[in-house]
């Protein structure tokens, strides 16, 4: 593992995570994650920007290459910590152990943080939108952006090099060989943009609002390289980044109109009978179909998928009165992330009482959805179950039609 050069003293110097644990506690990581630091060396001072959680020996990982350009954790002049979640804060108590003389740069609502979560007060200065930290021929400067991902965020432009360090905003899951956008292969490509969209939805979708606002924030830097502290380096176009950014936070309440997120769960089968029926239809009237089952797929690419799609249908049997448990944790998220305004139908079956949809009336409402129709039934489904289900979904998609030419 290798820094990565940036510019004239800024470098990359990064862990790559495997995929053992899951990130935040909850998402897979299939293809692992980076978690990524960089070093800004001025004329006079050396900065470090953003730290690691010490996980699979991150710290030791990101030490040795400090090392292999000539620097230890000693020569830090300031430590920039843009955000204060702990796979970018994790190793701060020991870096401070380490170097007790460098100061931490953060914004005013982090400095509480870093006391209450690793018991530090000393040397630590609360920067705003605006200030500015010269390091000798570089300069660092500060941007508050809230919300993406905690409420004390910033981003940290660095003029001289033209250089965005956005900590999780532009940020992606998987681990790459390349580290720049340029030198990515095609099949590297293949895994970055689901990963990149998966990343959004799980970690930073329900903050959408603040994304919009925070890229309308960074029209006034002259963005050449965007330095985000998961994934890779975006130098030779980085708009393609904020682009997909911007495009994902349109999603929230304005969603692909071309993309149906099929959910499907089931006890003994007969609420999933009708699904090959429904996603013919959806086909036939030309719209992308993404299938998952619930629960053997993990919530993380349920939402990913329900992010980008402008329709959802749900089949979900009753069970103890109410939703089927395992798409219940599916809704529950879908609600935490803000996946607003979508067409929705449901299906489902039950044996001796409904109960399901009773659950379900109040999410459609919250997500501010349109319920195109729901198709219950007492045990297995009949004809006219599939007649009705098959007139749903046309609906569904034509429905769905309409608004693309709104
Ligand atoms: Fe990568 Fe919100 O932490």
Redesign the pocket.
């Known amino acids: 593992m290798k820094p990565n050069k940036l510019a004239e003293g800024v470098y990359r110097i990064y862990a790559d995570i495997g995929n053992r644990d899951l990130f935040e506690g909850i998402w897979p990581l299939p293809h692992g994650v980076n978690i990524n630091s960089y070093i800004v060396q001025g004329e006079d001072k050396l900065a470090f920007i953003d730290l690691v959680k010490d996980w699979e020996g991150a710290l030791e990982k990101v030490n040795s290459q400090l090392a292999s350009l000539g620097y230890s954790f000693n020569d830090v002049d300031y430590l920039v910590l843009n955000?204060m979640?702990p796979?970018?804060t994790g190793a701060l108590a020991d870096m401070v152990a380490r170097n007790p003389h460098m100061e931490i740069l953060c914004t005013k609502k982090a400095v509480p943080l870093v006391s209450s979560f690793y018991n530090v007060e000393k040397n630590v200065r609360a920067v705003s939108s605006g200030d500015t930290v010269d390091l000798g021929g570089k300069t660092l400067v500060f941007t508050e952006t809230p919300n993406i991902?905690?409420p004390e965020t910033m981003m940290t432009f660095v003029p001289e090099d033209h250089i965005l360090f956005s900590c999780?905003a532009f940020g992606s899951f998987g681990t790459y060989e390349h580290g720049f956008d340029d030198e990515l292969t095609q099949k590297e490509w293949d895994l970055l943009i689901p990963e990149t969209q998966r990343y959004y939805a799980n970690?930073v979708s329900s903050f959408s609002q603040f994304v919009t606002r925070g890229i309308e924030k960074l029209s006034g830097f002259d963005i050449k390289i965007v330095a985000p502290?998961?994934g890779i380096v975006w130098r030779e176009n980085p708009q393609k980044v904020i682009d997909l950014y911007s495009s994902y936070a349109q999603w929230m309440n304005n969603p692909p109109s071309d993309t149906v997120t099929i959910i499907y769960s089931s006890m003994y089968g007969n609420s999933i009978k009708l699904i090959p029926a429904i996603k013919k239809v959806l086909e036939e009237e030309g719209l992308n179909v993404l299938m998952h089952e619930v629960p053997k797929e993990h919530s993380s690419f349920v939402l990913s998928s329900a992010w980008g799609s402008g329709a959802l249908v749900m089949a979900m049997p009753t069970y103890e009165y109410r939703m089927f448990p395992p798409m219940y944790h599916i809704l529950d998220i879908l609600e935490r992330s803000h996946v607003n305004r979508r067409k929705v139908m449901r299906i489902g079956s039950y044996g001796w009482s409904g109960g399901a949809q009773k659950q379900f009336d109040p999410i459609v409402a919250s997500l501010k959805w349109e319920c195109l129709g729901t198709v219950e039934y007492q045990g297995a489904p009949f004809e006219e179950d599939e007649h009705k289900a098959v007139e749903t979904a046309r609906a569904l998609a034509l429905s769905l039609k309409e608004s693309e030419n709104q």
Do not use: G, L, T
């Open positions: 955000h979640e796979d970018h991902h905690w999780d970690i502290s998961h």
